[in-house]
């Protein structure tokens, strides 16, 4: 389907594929969160460059594609595993559907976006689909391609001290004693603000201090009802959405705002 990117490239996603899914699996686990668009963005870039400026932006969205989704696979097995231990469900029927499911989508799926891609006109800015992540998806590509000099600078190097601190933050949990082990923060967790922004690293510093307090208090009850009292908490602010948009239509605005700024600026 796509000639710009190489047989051996395909061999190495598939791979490379297993091991991604594993750390996508462990992640959403720990997070609730889907992390493969950034395990395939590593990809993408990798092949970008690796392809070079000729067939470098087809071969790194083509590839980020694959890894995307293999690793998405495995965080949708974890969510449907927590869901058949909250309902009691057999892992092995859990598995079973999982795999008859992703059989069928090796054959609905391409059929269905050949239909998309012959059908319509898909990516038109001026069309009913205007796919605007491929814009976003192919820049990244060409970033990849043309090299890192856009990046802001000292960019790689947070990466590269990030990284270690992540690595040497799991070795220490793992070779300390357990009571010094379990004061080492997750990597993973402390990710997830830096992905998502502030709101959600509050929200769940808030929920987790109301689950410490709960487990304090009556620890037999809080295993029970935590996993409800979270879902209903998550499905109430989804809800809001609806009600805020309309008051922001009418240009209501909450009673506090709280807004940064650089202190540079004059007037301020």
């Known amino acids: 389907m796509f000639p710009q990117l190489k047989w051996y490239y395909v061999v190495v996603a ?12 462990y992640g959403a686990g720990l997070t609730d969160m889907n992390m493969a668009y950034n395990y395939g963005k590593v990809a993408l870039f990798i092949l970008a460059a690796l392809d070079g400026k000729e067939n470098g932006v087809v071969a790194g969205l083509v590839g980020c594609g694959l890894i995307k989704s293999i690793a998405s696979v495995s965080s949708d097995l974890m969510h449907d595993f927590k869901t058949g231990h909250l309902t009691l469900t057999s892992p092995r029927s859990m598995l079973v559907s999982q795999a008859i ?10 059929l269905t976006f050949f239909l998309f ?26 970033l ?25 933050a799991n070795l220490l949990t793992d070779v300390l004693p ?52 979270a879902s209903g908490l998550i499905c109430g602010d989804g809800l809001w959405i609806l009600p805020s948009s309309i008051l922001a239509l009418a240009k209501i ?7 940064f700024s650089p202190g540079n600026l004059r007037g301020y």
């Not at 090299?147 to 270690?164: I, M, T």
């Not at 605005?253 to 807004?259: E, S």
């Open 14 to 25: 598939y791979i490379a594929a297993p091991f991604l899914s594993f750390c996508n699996a």
């Open 178 to 229: 357990k009571k010094l082990g379990r004061l080492i923060p997750l990597p993973m967790a402390m990710a997830v603000p830096f992905l998502v922004g502030g709101a959600f690293a509050i929200d769940m510093c808030m929920g987790s201090l109301v689950v410490y307090v709960w487990h304090r208090i009556n620890a037999k009850k809080a295993s029970l009802m935590v996993p409800a009292v």
């Open 101 to 110: 499911g992703t059989a069928i989508g090796c054959i609905v799926a391409p």
């Open 144 to 168: 990849g391609v043309e090299g890192f000099s856009a990046l802001p600078r000292h960019c790689l190097q947070l990466c590269y001290g990030f990284f270690a601190f992540a690595v040497l």
């Open 117 to 142: 891609y012959k059908a319509f006109d898909v990516g038109n800015p001026d069309g009913t689909y205007k796919a605007p992540y491929a814009i976003i998806y192919r820049n990244m590509a060409i």
């Open 253 to 259: 605005n909450p009673p506090i705002c709280m807004n």
